[in-house]
């Protein structure tokens, strides 16, 4: 069983800056992707940013483009989001995800484990 447990949000003033771990426990993969996605009250889940675990090529959506790094450590079996110049549409809980198949990496339905999310609220 694969476990994802994410960590790191909290209530944080606009400017300022979160990191997110996120510690992947259980069954390992060969070659997978994980992405972080957000879901902000009343809105769909939307890809953040991904990172090929075997590759290091990371993507990111236009939004958090500049602000936002992932970034990954294989020997804790961890990735990471780092938040800079948070804004108050940053706010949302925060998840991280493993898609081991194929599909679009930007896509929620791709991917097969998800963690239960961490809050991020952004004051004005």
């Known amino acids: 069983q694969v476990q994802l447990i994410e960590s790191g949000g909290g209530l944080v003033q606009a400017g300022g800056s979160l990191r997110l771990p996120c510690a992947v426990s259980g069954r390992t993969f060969s070659s997978y992707y994980m992405g972080w996605f957000r879901q902000a009250p009343g809105k769909e889940r939307e890809f953040v940013a991904g990172i090929r675990w075997n590759g290091g090529n990371t993507y990111y959506t236009d939004s958090v483009k500049g602000r936002f790094t992932i970034s990954s450590d294989y020997a804790k079996n961890s990735v990471y989001l780092q938040m800079n110049s948070l804004n108050s549409e940053d706010t949302a809980v925060y998840y991280c995800?493993?898609?081991?198949?194929?599909?679009?990496?930007?896509?929620?339905?791709?991917?097969?484990?998800w963690g239960q999310g961490t809050q991020v609220t952004v004051s004005s």
């Open positions: 995800a493993i898609k081991t198949r194929g599909g679009s990496f930007d896509r929620a339905t791709t991917y097969d484990y």
